[in-house]
């Protein structure tokens, strides 16, 4: 199995500009979480789906992000439009279906740098 | 009040010693506890996970558990330079939604 999938690695682009980071889960997993990740305020979560449903976007910090998860392989974490302050390391992490073995153990993918300047 | 909150860091032990990572939780619908790793530009992974109170071990990492104080903590015995890392604690609800702690850096030295 590749693991959690994430484009882009590195993204880097000016402020008001609309930003779109993929992520394509580990087959059979039905879990999938958005983190963002910095030094002032650590990992956090965004949102998560549970069967391609969002479950909870509380974290989501303003109406300029949103997430999708248009079936059970692939999600999307869009910013529009982009400012400085939402420069991080953005994770896509996937769960294994309940019962089945590690079924809460996150699996992460290898983030996207984004730099907003 | 945090969800997650770990002992502020870094931590600094020597080789060989046993270093301790501390972390309490609010939500008492908290039913398993995880720990990941760390390492600098890297993705978290996970090293240990608890779901019952008392002592878990596995290897060189003991993870304990107490429920009633909402407490859950992570023993590194005989510390290795490859332990140095930020060390996240991450308590699960039963609706499978997974927060994360700020963490804490450890280094180990030589």
């Known amino acids: 199995d590749a693991g959690v999938i994430q484009s882009p690695r590195h993204e880097v682009t000016e402020m008001g500009q609309e930003v779109t980071l993929r992520c394509k889960p580990i087959?059979?997993?039905?879990?999938l979480f958005w983190y963002r990740q910095t030094m002032m305020r650590g990992l956090e979560l965004l949102i998560y789906?549970?069967?391609?449903?969002?479950?909870?976007d509380s974290g989501m910090p303003e109406d300029r992000f949103s997430a999708k998860m248009p079936n059970a392989s692939f999600s999307t974490l869009k910013i529009q439009p982009s400012e400085p302050r939402d420069s991080a390391v953005y994770f896509c992490?996937?769960?294994?279906?309940?019962?089945?073995?590690?079924?809460?153990?996150?699996?992460f993918g290898s983030g996207t740098q984004l730099s907003v300047l | 009040q945090k969800e997650v909150e770990q002992n502020s860091g870094p931590l600094s032990v020597p080789e060989g010693a046993i270093a301790s990572l501390n972390c309490t939780y609010s939500?008492?619908?908290?039913?398993?506890f995880f720990w990941y790793r760390q390492y600098s530009g890297k993705s978290p992974e996970l090293i240990m996970f608890?779901?019952?109170?008392g002592d878990k071990e596995d290897g060189r990492f003991t993870a304990q558990l107490n429920k009633a104080s909402q407490y859950v903590s992570l023993l590194i015995r005989d510390s290795q330079p490859s332990d140095s890392a930020t060390y996240l604690c991450?308590?699960?609800?039963?609706?499978?939604?997974?927060?994360f702690g700020d963490g804490t850096t450890l280094t180990v030295k030589p």
């Open positions: 992490a996937s769960k294994p279906i309940p019962g089945s073995p590690n079924y809460e153990k996150l699996f």
């Open positions: 087959s059979g997993h039905n879990s």
């Open positions: 789906f549970n069967n391609n449903v969002p479950i909870d």
């Open positions: 939500d008492r619908g908290s039913q398993s």
């Open positions: 608890i779901y019952s109170n």
């Open positions: 991450a308590p699960n609800t039963n609706a499978g939604k997974s927060t």
